[in-house]
């Protein structure tokens, strides 16, 4: 009874329950008051996540009609038939090569661009590209391409009338 008014820790088992008591609940509130904030946090990132997907999902919206860019014979040209043209390869006439284009540019248009669809000899049909990516109409912008810069004087093919205006 002596120790009555005097301090509320009377053991050192007490005393050590104040000392662990008062480093644990301080670490408990700061842990709960994490547990809080980064709930608030995740609801917040839920949000700003589904707004970001948002925009991101219409730019997916594409129109399968819209109307696509029609390549140019030049482009044609450097996109698939250079690859034999401008060096000759596999006996393929050269691309300016005027000695080795006088002879097919005088079959006239249709007989190279028949050429040209189909195949010929060490030339798989359409140079070897698939119609989704070059039309017909591209394939013979080339054909006049390649024809005039070897001396051709073929006129530009017109625009079929059923190719997306551009
Ligand atoms: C894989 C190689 C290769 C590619 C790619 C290629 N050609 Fe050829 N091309 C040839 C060869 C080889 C010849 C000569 C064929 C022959 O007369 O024996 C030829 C011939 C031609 C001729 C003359 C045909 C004739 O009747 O005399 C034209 C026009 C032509 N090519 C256009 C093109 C165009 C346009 C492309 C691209 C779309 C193309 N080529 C892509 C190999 C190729």
Same mark, same amino acid.
């Given at each position: 009874?002596? @120790? ?7 053991? !050192? ?31 917040? @990132?839920?949000? $700003? $996540? ?16 819209? !109307?696509?860019?029609?390549? $140019? ?15 000759? =390869?596999?006996g ?7 000695a ?5 540019? =005088? ?6 661009? $028949?050429?040209?669809?189909k195949?010929k000899?060490?030339? !798989?049909?359409?140079?070897?590209? @698939?119609? =989704? ?14 024809? @005039?810069? =070897? ?8 625009? !079929? ?6």
């Open positions: 009874m002596s @120790n009555e008014h005097g301090s509320l820790i009377k053991s !050192p088992k007490q005393m050590i329950i104040v000392v662990v008591a008062s480093f644990f609940v301080p670490l408990l509130i700061i842990l709960l008051l994490m547990v809080f904030v980064n709930s608030g946090k995740r609801g917040e @990132n839920t949000a $700003t $996540t589904e707004q970001l997907i948002k925009p991101v999902a219409q730019l997916n919206f594409k129109d399968a009609s819209a !109307p696509r860019e029609i390549q $140019t014979g030049e482009q044609v040209y450097k996109a698939v038939c250079s690859s034999c043209h401008a060096s000759g =390869a596999a393929a006439p050269k691309f300016g090569d005027a080795a284009w006088s002879p097919r540019i =005088a079959k006239g248009y249709d007989s190279l661009m $028949t050429s040209v669809l195949g000899n060490a030339m !798989p049909a359409r140079g070897g590209s @698939n119609p =989704a990516d070059i039309s017909d109409y591209e394939l013979s912008r080339a054909v006049v391409y390649m024809a @005039n810069a =070897a001396g051709g004087k073929l006129p530009e093919p017109k625009e !079929p009338v059923a190719a997306p205006a551009k």
